[in-house]
């Protein structure tokens, strides 16, 4: 077995008294697809926010490769380079072009050459398959584009894993199927992918392994087949027949 | 008719030179105003608790007071502590300053109207906080208060016209002089507001221009 990607040890999050995270542990391995389910409230975005420090957490420790990335004195701003985060309201920065979204890493943070910048944005947005938007302002592009430019951008930057905080959530539905065939890709690419999502056809065909989280904790984890069919806890089948049924909802 | 006539053509070159430093003074406090007001605006968003509070305290003393007051303390007042401005440096110190405090204003309103995943998004990417400032956010708050600047550098324009009470020469300096001169004041201030409408006709189609060229969709301020 090779060495984990990440490693999450015990970790907790209260934000004043409101605890969120009561003792997460999770370890993915490189190239894993891991999806994230759980009902709301139930923490699965505040891992996200802790993995990659945007809310670093309370307690715990938290490695990523061999860097114990929550020891003080981390640089945070290095650590977040090597994770890419897609959000669910896109997050696109509103003044650039889809490409000018895509160069800014490129330019700003790892500090490369306009030109240089300008080539590698448009190999990304060929990956999502938008070369042809890249002179489009993101008020001018559909909310499946839109996230399809974000995933371009955090790639941009070269992740070592990819952070997704329920990417579909705020399309339409006919628009979801283009941005979960951009991160299927991804996965088959060989991408090693954290994604909270409720999307169960993407999880049944692509996850290696489903984590559901409740209250704060990891209630149950497994393969999704495992999972779907035979989850052991009460409340990991309850849920997961409830987001089946939403999905086959009119 | 040819009274009138004839009084424009005594006073036009004199009503010219008061042009040219009301929109001297104007350029210059604006221009400060900007240079003081953008580091003021970020700070009072962005900085530390102290900052803020310092920075609040400022523009609250040049928003409180009347803008004649912070005139005259600046022309009659500093000398008294060795500090001793001369009639347009006075102008420039007391108006930019006092535009500092309303652009700083503008900017911070225009700062917090930008969305806070903005900077989710920018840290995400492995910016610094000064970094995703300066390259995400002020780029589209700049924008946003675009509208409220031109508001301000309009009203600049009519508000320095208070620095004749020290005797500087602009506009409405020239206005006094004339007036006692050819004993027509209602004429000649009626001929200084034709002037200042012009003036602000002008500036107000170059700010529609610029506002229409740095136009981003999806970036504007109010319902659009």
Not at chain 1, 92 to 102: D, K, R, S, Y
Not at chain 1, 181 to 207: C, D, N, P
Not at chain 2, 27 to 39: D, F, H, K
Not at chain 2, 126 to 142: C, E, H, N, R, Y
Request: glycine share 8%.
């Amino acid at each position: 077995m090779t060495a984990p990607i990440l490693r999450i040890e015990d970790v907790h999050k209260s934000y004043g008294n409101l605890q969120v995270l009561k003792g997460v542990s999770l370890t993915v391995q490189p190239q894993e697809v891991v999806v994230l389910v759980g009902p709301s409230g139930s923490g699965k975005s505040t891992l996200l926010r802790c993995i990659n420090l945007l809310s670093p957490p309370t307690k715990g420790r938290i490695w990523l490769e061999d860097q114990d990335i929550t020891a003080p004195g981390v640089n945070q701003d290095r650590v977040r380079q090597r994770i890419g985060m897609v959000f669910q309201e896109f997050n696109l920065f509103t003044h650039l072009t889809a490409l000018g979204n895509v160069m800014i890493g490129l330019t700003k943070v790892r500090k490369m050459r306009k030109n240089e910048a300008r080539d590698l944005a448009m190999f990304e947005l060929e990956r999502v398959g938008l070369a042809d938007r890249a002179h489009y302002y993101p008020a001018q592009l559909s909310g499946g584009q839109k996230q399809r430019v974000a995933i371009a951008r955090a790639l941009s930057m070269d992740p070592h894993i990819m952070l997704f905080d329920e990417p579909t959530s705020a399309l339409d539905p006919e628009l979801t199927g283009e941005v979960l065939a951009v991160m299927q890709k991804l996965a088959s690419e060989g991408m090693t992918m954290i994604v909270v999502s409720h999307e169960i056809g993407f999880a049944r065909q692509v996850a290696d392994r489903v984590v559901f989280m409740e209250g704060g904790v990891v209630v149950e984890e497994g393969p999704p087949q495992c999972m779907f069919k035979q989850a052991i806890h009460e409340r990991t089948r309850a849920f997961l027949r409830t987001i089946e049924y939403m999905r086959h909802a009119p | 008719m040819n009274d009138v006539i004839d009084l424009l053509r005594k006073v036009t070159p004199d009503l010219l030179q008061g042009t040219v430093v009301t929109l001297q003074i104007t350029a210059v406090s604006l221009t400060l105003g900007m240079i003081v007001g953008l580091p003021v605006g970020v700070g009072r968003v962005y900085g530390p608790g102290w900052v803020r509070r310092i920075l609040g305290a400022y523009v609250t003393l040049f928003q409180g007071t009347p803008l004649l007051i912070q005139l005259f303390m600046a022309y009659y007042g500093l000398p008294d502590i060795g500090i001793t401005l001369g009639r347009l440096q006075a102008a420039f110190l007391t108006l930019g300053l006092n535009s500092a405090a309303y652009q700083a204003e503008y900017l911070r309103s225009a700062l917090q109207s930008v969305s806070e995943g903005q900077m989710i998004a920018a840290r995400a990417l492995g910016m610094s906080k000064w970094q995703a400032i300066w390259s995400i956010i002020l780029p589209q708050a700049v924008r946003l208060a675009l509208p409220s600047w031109s508001n301000e550098a309009i009203a600049m324009l009519k508000y320095t016209s208070v620095v004749f009470l020290i005797a500087v020469p602009d506009l409405m300096g020239q206005a006094k002089i004339l007036s006692s001169r050819y004993f027509a004041p209602i004429q000649i201030y009626l001929i200084v507001a034709v002037f200042y409408i012009v003036l602000v006709g002008i500036t107000y189609l170059i700010l529609t221009w610029i506002e229409r060229r740095v136009r981003i969709p999806g970036l504007t301020s109010g319902t659009e």
